[in-house]
Structures are given as C-alpha cells and as structure tokens.
C-alpha cells in the first residue's frame, strides 16, 4: 500500500550509458515531480507534470526527458550519464487542493555513476 | 539565488533538550512556510506547516514560530528525542508558483541519548 514508490532503490551505472527510473503513485494526485538531492542533500526540483502535462521544467540538461502515460506515472530518463548525475532522485505528487507546498514523496533512487 | 536561508546546517542536541532551526525567506509573496522531515535512505515527509496570517502552530512536542514583519520562521521541537535525529527542511510556496516549493538547505540534527 506504498504512496509514491519508485524503482529502482539504487542504480548503479558507467558514464555514458542510458537509465530509467519509474514512479508510481496511487494516491490519486493530480501533479507528480522529480527532485535531485545532491550529496549535501540539497532539494532542487527537475519537473512536474500536472494532469500528464508538463508545468515545471528547470533548467535540467536535455539528457533528462521526463514521461507521464497517465496521471498515476512518471518516470525519468536519463541519457549519457555524466559523474555530476550522481544524486539521490525523489518522485513526489501533490494533492489537486489543500495547499501547493504538501508533497508526498517516494524513498528515493540513489543514481551513482562511475 | 537562495530565497529560502536555513541554519544551522547541524546541530546536537541531548536527550529532553529544545532543538531550535532558523529559517528567513526574502519573497514577501510567500504565503505557505512546511517543515520536512527526513530519515536517512527515506523521501522527506511533511511535518507541519504554517501560513503567515498566524503566528504559531504547534502539533505535539513540534512548533513552528512566524514573524512575518522579519521574515522569519522557525521549528522548535520540544523535549527532543533520539527518534528525532533526521534531516530538517524548511520550505516556502506562493499560489502563483504552479506548485513549487523552495527549501532550505536543512539541517541534520542528533540528539544524544
């Protein structure tokens, strides 16, 4: 009965290569994002989609495409990984009411890139 | 440009004692300020919010202070409890930001059994 949940929990890769994450709420929010948290656990938002369209796009590099199929799912993938991906990924969604800044998130991927 | 400035960056704390975390925002739009809480290899969870038109809320051993006139905002956990070490976020949203948060940098805190 997990909320937001996200594989996979750790995702080890070399440079260069191409990798997906997947995120999965079933809470029945309307808006879903990606956040980075890099190594001093800093949060910086990558997108959010809200209804399967896209209303936050950060300034990410274009390697990062982000893909909703339907209001439930969002993943994110990531083509010719770079050292400086390496972070701790989160999903998290948002409730359609009850304030902007209530986020529900997922436990996170760790993305290390060698 | 950090709009959202969260100190200290750690702190340490015994067992029963105040754990204090300082947050100060700049954009006067801001109208919702949430506290995060995360434990480690775990997403941040929504510990408890506040809206500038008060200027307190508390929830348990939790109690978030508002001055708006300085733009400040803080989280005092009461009696803090080893099952509280974790990392703190604050954070700050405005209705015309599409739902956009901006946090804080955090705040590791230990407390000492």
């Known amino acids: 009965d997990t909320a937001v949940s996200q594989t996979p929990k750790y995702l080890v890769t070399q440079m260069g290569n191409d990798k997906s994450i997947k995120c999965e709420q079933n809470l029945g929010h309307d808006t879903m994002y990606w956040y980075k948290q890099d190594s001093k656990k800093f949060l910086k938002i990558m997108f959010s989609?809200?209804?399967?369209?896209?209303?936050i796009n950060e300034t990410v590099p274009n390697r990062f495409s982000p893909k909703s199929p339907d209001k439930a799912h969002l993943n994110l993938h990531i083509n010719s990984l770079e050292l400086g991906d390496s972070a701790v990924y989160f999903c998290?969604?948002?409730?359609?009411?009850?304030?902007?800044?209530?986020?529900?998130f997922g436990s996170g991927t760790q993305l290390s890139v060698l | 440009q950090q709009q959202v400035k969260q100190s200290p960056q750690s702190l340490i704390v015994q067992k029963g004692g105040i754990s204090i975390i300082n947050c100060a925002y700049e954009?006067?739009?801001?109208?919702?300020f949430p506290w995060y809480q995360q434990f480690p290899g775990k997403g941040p969870a929504l510990l408890i919010a506040?809206?500038?038109?008060?200027s307190e809320k508390k929830e348990g051993r939790f109690t978030i202070s508002f001055n708006k006139s300085a733009k400040q905002f803080s989280l005092h956990i009461m009696d803090s409890q080893p099952g509280d070490s974790a990392t703190y976020f604050c954070a700050a949203s405005y209705s015309g930001s599409a739902r956009q948060l901006t946090f804080g940098s955090g705040t590791q805190l230990t407390v000492l059994p």
């Open positions: 506040i809206r500038p038109d008060v």
């Open positions: 989609y809200n209804n399967k369209e896209l209303i």
């Open positions: 954009n006067t739009a801001f109208d919702y």
């Open positions: 998290a969604s948002s409730p359609p009411t009850g304030g902007v800044g209530k986020l529900f």
